[in-house]
């Protein structure tokens, strides 16, 4: 305190001058404290940007490709396929190490772009497929193998490309299955051979359901019931006509399948709590029976070939013209190749069911006629030009004019250039045959045919085809050529709830008007309709579009399936040209019709439709094949009429 004292006292003896000089002092130590805080800031920021700048080379950027197809290990890059594009990348350590990774699945690390290091994953598993869904794979003879949530497709043959567990052959074994910890990583579909054999999910009684709650079952021969765990399987034989059930609690479910298998090649399994046209269906090949929950799945695995002797008879009558009837069998085979290619039912492995979704199978008994057809085809196929299966869809009867593909409404659709609208008749038979041979492309007169089928989308053009007859046209004398639909008491309400199934059904083509625009909205409730039309039809006429103002908003209606569904009142009865009459419970017989509406007060009572054809116009039409066959036209002449620039190729 004393010092603190002297020193004040000095201060305060300090000359004017001397307190000038200690302040300046003092100025001057000041800013050489803030010049070397500044320097100092700086130094850091330096410091730092240069660290930034630096980090690349510090710390490396890594990339880990997962479950990549290694195409090729080259001297001096990587070639790898990598969903659905080729990638090259170079090397960034010694390669040697990694030639065994080509043509593997693995895992490819890249630092700065290049490969360091590849895992290839070579335990592989190769077994008949039966069965594929999100999360398992089921192999004979391993059971349900888990798929890794990561896993990749590949299909190695031809060209290159992705491909799901949908794409496998189900019931064949051309696949690899690439194992990791247990989990399928990868699939590589190393083939493409023939099949001979289909697997068909079989419904319930009148194709009411997919899942049986049970099964009542026998054989017209001796026959085997396989059953339990893989590698410990029990084989049981029962006598001819012995009669087993088949339900969820079954003890035969100790495995994931039971099989039942007759003894003799020709023998069948007959169904007897499963009620089709003939009565109890009898099957070829074996069935199989897999749990679903409290429910059961039935598979029938029998060769194509046999599968078509129960599909022709069960889709056109044996009755037909051998020539109609071949037709019918190159088209069902074609159809059903397809989805054996790409299976419609992978979780239980199947690639078609028996009902009308597909082809309609086992329901009729098989026929003379109908097997000979065919025998007398054995193996062949339809191709469209760029060597692909054509689409060989197939309806009743048309109306003179078939329609194209654009019926359905999908992308798909466009690509399928093959399938016209023109005209059904002996002048448009005579004209491709003179055309094809003079050599003149495929037979196909552009101007003529496509012109046709284009002008029937006007409305007044289409009226005046519709209401007439030209007996000209295969099918004129064919009881659904021509046919008219009263209905004198409209129900808006009934219209209301189906307008909202559809919609359910699909969103995107039934729209509401909103704000001057078609969207994708709920139809509200409605009692009363003000106007009701056809506002778009596609080629040849078929009725694309259909419009509802009622006093609960404005609809459209897209595509000739929903608009047969809105327009079936579900009571009235159809007049046929022929004069019988007959119900339409759900769905009008076509959308090749005229829309005339009574009104009263503003509203709209009723409505008549003019209209023809049965089905939906795409393809071939059966009663179209079997007049031309009875006029002495071949198979080939038939398929080739209606699939214009497709070719005949053989399966087998």
Known sequence: MKRIHEMFEHKNRMSRRERIQLKAWVCWLGIALLAFLFLGRAFVLLRDEESRHELPWESPVMEKLSNVWVMDVGKESLLIYKDGVEERYEYGADPSAWQDA????????????????????????????????????????????????????????????????????????????????????????????????????????????????????????????????????????HAAGEEIIIHGDSSYFAGDRIVVEPVALSGKVILKNVSRSQGEPAYRGHMEFVKERDKIAVINELPLEEYLYSVVPSEMPASYPAEALKAQAVCARTYAYGHMQHAAYPAYGAHVDDSTSYQVYNNILEQESSTRAVKETYGQLLAAADGQLAQTYYYSTSCGAGSDAAVWKTEAAEQITYLHAERINESSMREKLLLREQGQGDGRNVSASMDFGESLRDEETFKSFITQTDPDDFEAREGWYRWTYEVSQLSPEHICEVLKQRYQANDQLVLTLKKGKYVSEKPADFTRIQELYISARGSGGVADELILETDGGTYKVISEHNIRYVLCDGETRIKRQSGDETEMKSLLPSAFFVLETGKKNGNVIGYTLTGGGFGHGVGMSQNGAKNMAKQGYTCEEILLFFYEDCKFMGVY
Do not use: W
């Open 102 to 237: 080509h043509d593997q699945i693995a895992d490819v690390v890249l630092t700065d772009g290049k490969v360091t290091e590849i895992s290839a994953k070579k335990e592989k598993l190769h077994g008949v497929i039966l069965s594929a869904n999100d999360n398992f794979i089921e192999v004979e003879g391993c059971g349900m193998l888990p798929l890794a949530e990561d896993y990749r497709g590949y299909r190695i043959y031809n060209t290159p490309a992705m491909c799901t567990y949908s794409d496998l052959a189900f019931g064949y074994d051309f696949a690899d299955l690439v194992m990791e910890d247990g989990e399928i990583c990868g699939i590589l579909m190393v083939r493409e051979e023939t099949m001979d054999s289909i697997r068909v999910l079989i419904k319930t009684a009148d194709y009411r359901d997919t899942l049986h709650r049970e099964i009542l079952l026998t054989s017209d021969t001796d026959y085997i019931v396989r059953y339990g765990g893989y590698g410990e399987e029990t084989e049981e034989t």
